[in-house]
């Protein structure tokens, strides 16, 4: 009777059926979860990151090498100036440019990505092109004429984008910046702040930058002219024989050596001086010019005793130096001590002029380079001190010379060639040391600017919420791998445990695990030492007896050997559903484990469309079941013994075109009384029952037909067919055996328990 019970809710069967589909679980739950976070991902939250700068952060500038202060003072910078220079287009644009020499346009939003594409259709692109002409030089030239304007969109753009406040009551400024990226918005505030800090630096380091660059071309010219000397010295002297000087000479050679090494030491301050000065006076704009012109007209009549006093007093130092005293003695000191005041009086003056108004002075916020005009003014002192210097040296070498030009011509030459080596040594000492202090001076410049925090990413947008959205997400995909679990198993309309064949009120005579052909094939080779086809390999109760495969078949025999309570089962006809469930090697292995038990037992192959039994035993097709029908052959032609005792086959015979007529004749019928005679069992191999009538032909001749179910292939509409053909022709139907079941057919774990019991049984 069919199973109407109802069926109780069952936790294990729940677990058991969620472990089968655990990889759809996986599945659905990654990928659920991927398309949740590739979705909040994609969104386009705003997030903001901010960096704060220190303005005022170099504190007192080095002094440069000639005690030059270093342009725009910290003391005259003004906050307010410096938001409106962040503010400015200028800067704006060189951020612009700094990110489009470093990233495509397409990967920073604020360079056009995310933006809505403009997808032009085919026609609209050879409308373009035919108003080019097809000149791709003119569109080249279009992109090129736009690009500064594009760099002035993307400006302003960015200083819309962009934030900066003044900290209240500090000197610190906070830039802030806005953009879909969390790692764009803190790129486009560190490269905001670190173009402002480079152009602060930029004009910090330029005079020192241009100085240096000038003193290391000097350096290269003296070093030459050095070697030349010294090249020429050695020469004279290997061919003049002229080693060394009298003491006198050599006197006169040293002063004159000296003097000319202050002099060129001095020209050489002065050309420094000139450099410097050009390159202040060059970054200074057309008013200040003026102001600069007005300011030296003005001050010379006012500074001009100071001036000459000053250059007195460096006359004195060098006649002094020139008498052979030295710098250090208290004389030279004391004229050392009345410059240094009479310079100070001159700074004194400086600032005065400032304080009336020749110059731009500090109160006045709206200029920035009020410091560079009075860097200006103060080398062009420093260059009347300098020349006046230079003249007085220049004085004591013409007269040394001229007492040099007294000794004999090989000496004049010997000492002239001296003084030239020693000159151009002394200078390229000095000359060095000056590009070694540039270097020193040049790194020492800092920038006003000092950025405190560098701009993170930030962590948590406004909108959307990752975290939850990718938690939903998750829930989601487990939730919906589930359900595609339990709807999977809802619409598997195949039959997989006992327990579904119980439902159609079948009777199960046996449940046959999957076989390992790999396994079995081995266990079969080494069996027979020889080597096994695929079918002959499928025979396990033969060359395996002791497997749990074995022992299934042999509890299916001795099922039905109880099925005949009234009458003993003598034939039996198997067959199946459709094809590819396993009924031939069903009904080989049950064939075998009959003719283990003493039985005379045959079997017979008539699927007379698909035989295969021939192929599991090696036994020629040809005669067979049909060739006896047909009266070509006898029964004893053509039945064989088989490597397995008391197991005997009839192979199918030549292939019929009307296999049905064959089995429903009276010959047939004949055939199997003679046969029923000889065996105590009969096995017949018959074709899917649904598919055609002569399975149904034999089981009305057997004493019964088993149906081979195989788990999760056969549909359970296919078996309500062969239900509906046994019911109506009324056919001696003793159950069906579920074949090649797998762990994740079976409920409950009865597979483990099943197989484990098999195996314990038979060690």
């Known amino acids: ?37 590739w979705y909040t991902f994609n969104q386009t939250p705003i997030y903001e990151a901010s960096t704060q700068i220190l303005i005022g952060a170099a504190g007192n500038q080095t002094a440069a090498i000639f005690d030059v202060m270093t342009p725009l003072g910290n003391s005259q910078m003004e906050i307010n100036n410096e938001v409106e220079i962040l503010k400015s287009r200028s ?38 092109w035919i108003l080019l002409l097809g000149n791709r030089d003119a569109e080249a030239e279009e992109w090129i004429s736009t690009r500064a304007d594009t760099i002035r969109s993307l400006a302003y753009t960015l200083q819309e984008a962009i934030t900066i406040t003044p900290e209240r009551n500090t000197q610190t400024i906070r830039i802030s910046i806005k953009s879909p990226d969390p790692q764009e918005a803190a790129l486009i505030a560190n490269t905001f702040a670190y173009e402002y800090y480079k152009q602060d630096l930029e004009r910090s380091r330029g005079a020192m930058s241009e100085v240096k660059s000038f003193i290391q071309e000097q350096l290269e010219q003296v070093e030459e002219r050095l070697r030349v000397s010294e090249d020429s010295l050695r020469a004279f002297q290997q061919r003049e024989g002229v080693v060394n000087l009298d003491e006198a000479s050599k006197n006169l050679l040293d002063q004159l050596s000296n003097f000319e090494s202050e002099y060129y030491s001095a020209m050489a301050e002065l050309e420094i001086n000139e450099q410097q000065l050009k390159y202040l006076t060059r970054e200074l704009d057309i ?28 006359a004195s130092v ?26 100070e009086r001159l700074n004194q003056e400086t600032r005065m002029l400032i304080s009336r108004g020749y110059i ?88 006003n600017v000092y950025v405190i925090d560098q701009s993170v990413p930030p962590k948590y947008p406004v909108s959307p919420k990752k975290k939850l959205n990718v938690l939903l997400g998750g829930f989601l995909g487990l939730g919906l791998g589930i359900g595609i679990i339990f709807l999977k198993e809802f619409l598997d309309n195949t039959i997989k445990t006992k327990e579904d064949l119980v439902k159609k009120g079948i009777t199960t005579l046996a449940v046959i695990p999957e076989i390992d052909e790999i396994k079995a094939a081995k266990k079969a080779r080494s069996v027979t030492n020889a080597e096994i086809s695929q079918y002959q390999s499928r025979l396990i109760t033969h060359f395996d007896p002791k497997s749990p495969v074995s022992e299934a078949y042999r509890s299916m025999r001795t099922n039905i050997e109880l099925s005949g309570v009234d009458k003993i089962i003598k034939s039996i006809v198997i067959t199946s ?22 039985q005379k037992t045959l079997l017979v192959d008539t699927d007379m469309r698909r035989p295969v039994l021939q192929k599991v035993f090696k036994v020629p097709r040809v005669p067979g079941i049909a060739d006896i029908i047909t009266g070509s052959n006898t029964i004893e032609e053509c039945i064989h013994e088989t490597s397995v005792e008391n197991l005997y086959i009839l192979p199918s015979g030549n292939l019929p075109p009307n296999p049905s007529e064959m089995l429903g004749s ?38 019964g037909l088993v149906v081979v179910v195989k788990s999760g292939v056969t549909h359970n509409e296919a078996l309500d067919q062969v239900q509906n053909i046994v019911q109506q022709i009324k056919l001696p139907m003793l159950g069906a055996v579920i074949n090649a079941i797998t762990p994740k057919h079976m409920k409950g774990g009865s597979y483990y328990y099943y197989y484990r019991y098999m195996n314990y049984q038979y060690k």
């Open 577 to 598: 559903a459709g094809p590819g469930e396993g009924k031939s090697t069903t009904i080989a292995n049950l064939a075998i484990a009959f003719a283990q038990m003493d």
């Open 1 to 37: 009777m069919p199973y109407n019970e109802e069926e109780e809710i069952n936790i294990k069967e729940i677990f058991q059926i969620l472990l089968k589909g655990k990889w759809i679980i996986a599945l659905s739950f990654i990928l659920v979860t991927a398309v949740t976070i």
């Open 318 to 343: 060098v006649e002094a130096i020139a008498k052979g005293i030295d710098e250090n003695a208290p004389q030279i000191q004391t004229i050392k001590v009345q410059m240094d005041k009479m310079k």
């Open 91 to 128: 800067l704006a644009e060189n951020t612009i440019e700094n990110l489009m020499e470093n990233y495509s346009p397409d990967s920073l939003y604020i360079l056009g990505k995310g933006q809505e594409e403009k997808v032009e259709s085919f026609f609209n692109q050879v409308k373009k």
């Open 666 to 703: 009276k010959k047939m019928r004949e055939i199997y009384q003679a046969l029923t005679q000889q065996y105590d069992k009969i096995f017949f191999d018959a074709p899917p029952i649904i598919a055609v009538t002569d399975a149904s032909l034999l089981a009305r001749l057997c004493d």
């Open 360 to 447: 731009p002075g500090p109160n006045d916020p709206l200029s920035i380079n009020q410091s560079m005009l009075e860097d200006v003014i103060k080398l062009r002192i420093e260059q009347i001190l300098l020349r006046s210097k230079a003249k007085e040296f220049k004085k004591l070498v013409d007269h040394y010379s001229k007492e040099l030009e007294k000794l004999p011509q090989v000496i004049i030459t010997f000492s002239r060639l001296e003084r030239e080596r020693l000159v151009n040594e002394n200078i390229y000492m000095l000359m060095k040391n000056k590009y070694e202090e540039s270097r020193i001076t040049e790194a020492s410049q800092i920038s």
């Open 287 to 314: 008013k200040e010019k003026e102001l600069l012109n007005n300011f030296i007209q003005t001050a010379n009549p006012l500074i001009l005793e100071l001036q000459t006093k000053i250059a007195k007093l460096e």
